[in-house]
């Protein structure tokens, strides 16, 4: 079947496209969606059937965690394990926004969503598609970006459709996000933290939220 995209507005979604891709997420299925990054593939988290379903479409080696987004700062909480101050200091600083944030995984998570390491990426993306679709969902999603494992990120649908081909059954289309640069990820250790990834939030600004 050729995959179907479908147009979404990313400044005020249409709650029946929304509610679409919702349902297709509670079945089990893997939608592409876009973000305030690059779009994203978006999964149920707590579906193995999903996960793995997630892991195929990228070509994604399963060591390798799969991010998940969440649409508040108390349902991040419930998907870690511990949350220490740091977490908190920079979620309540950049979220919603281009960070991402590593800690121990709840055991509520199936341990192969992080990739059999027991941490969580997490984030709160600055985008009214993922959270209304999170909303719909009732509960988080993946957030890892769209594309095959090793390629350059998708800022737009077509993008996607040459990567990927049908391996998805709906792609919701709300135009090129612009995007340049993937979320900064930062790795925390209870008061420990490092940077993981450099991304759209400069190292600096990261740091100076951590010293006020």
């Given at each position: 079947m050729p995959v179907e995209i479908l147009k979404v507005s990313p400044g005020a979604p249409e709650q029946h496209v929304i509610?679409?891709?919702a349902a297709f997420i509670?079945?089990?299925?893997?939608?592409a969606i876009p973000t305030d990054t690059f779009y994203s593939l978006s999964?149920?988290?707590?579906?193995?059937?999903?996960i793995e379903r997630v892991f195929q479409v990228k070509g994604r080696p399963e060591h390798r965690a799969l991010p998940i987004l969440v649409r508040s700062i108390e349902q991040a909480v419930t998907m870690a394990r511990d949350v220490p101050d740091v977490f908190l200091t920079l979620a309540s600083k950049f979220w919603p926004g281009a960070l991402t944030l590593v800690v121990e995984a709840t055991s509520r998570l199936p341990l192969k969503?992080?990739?059999?390491?027991?941490r969580v990426?997490?984030?709160?993306?600055?985008?009214?598609v993922t959270t209304a679709l999170i909303e719909a969902v009732g509960g988080p999603i993946t957030g890892t970006s769209a594309n095959l494992s090793d390629h350059p990120s998708c800022t737009n649908a077509q993008q996607i459709v040459e990567q990927l081909g049908n391996r998805?059954?709906?792609?919701?289309?709300g135009g090129?996000?612009?995007?340049t640069l993937a979320s900064t990820i930062v790795r925390i250790d209870g008061n420990e933290w490092s940077i993981a990834r450099q991304g759209a939030i400069p190292d600096a600004e990261i740091e100076k939220a951590l010293a006020s």
């Amino acid at each position: 079947m050729p995959v179907e995209i479908l147009k979404v507005s990313p400044g005020a979604p249409e709650q029946h496209v929304i509610d679409y891709a919702a349902a297709f997420i509670r079945r089990g299925r893997v939608v592409a969606i876009p973000t305030d990054t690059f779009y994203s593939l978006s999964a149920d988290p707590f579906n193995l059937a999903a996960i793995e379903r997630v892991f195929q479409v990228k070509g994604r080696p399963e060591h390798r965690a799969l991010p998940i987004l969440v649409r508040s700062i108390e349902q991040a909480v419930t998907m870690a394990r511990d949350v220490p101050d740091v977490f908190l200091t920079l979620a309540s600083k950049f979220w919603p926004g281009a960070l991402t944030l590593v800690v121990e995984a709840t055991s509520r998570l199936p341990l192969k969503v992080t990739g059999n390491s027991g941490r969580v990426a997490l984030r709160w993306a600055n985008s009214r598609v993922t959270t209304a679709l999170i909303e719909a969902v009732g509960g988080p999603i993946t957030g890892t970006s769209a594309n095959l494992s090793d390629h350059p990120s998708c800022t737009n649908a077509q993008q996607i459709v040459e990567q990927l081909g049908n391996r998805l059954p709906l792609i919701l289309d709300g135009g090129d996000t612009g995007a340049t640069l993937a979320s900064t990820i930062v790795r925390i250790d209870g008061n420990e933290w490092s940077i993981a990834r450099q991304g759209a939030i400069p190292d600096a600004e990261i740091e100076k939220a951590l010293a006020s």
